[in-house]
């Protein structure tokens, strides 16, 4: 009785942590994506020559707002343009 309660344990034990894999997939390719997004704005951040006096933490939040959608112009406004 006690070696099958163990094996009926284990089963439920596989079954769950089989669940929870499957439902991490689309968090996965979601934050590979994000990281994808956040490289490759970087790159594009360091290569714009009026971004050159931004610090590094200013460039990582712009990124940022960039990647989780929070900029609508397609030009930056700094301090100068205005």
Known sequence: MGDSLQKAFFGVIALGVSCIAIELVP???Q???WNR???STLVWINETPDLN???DKAKDSLAVGVCNGAVYEPKLKTD???
Do not use: T
Request: net charge neutral.
């Open 37 to 39: 997004c956040l490289d």
């Open 27 to 29: 968090v996965s390719r």
């Open 31 to 33: 934050a590979a994506y």
């Open 53 to 55: 006096g931004w610090s």
């Open 80 to 82: 100068e343009s205005r």
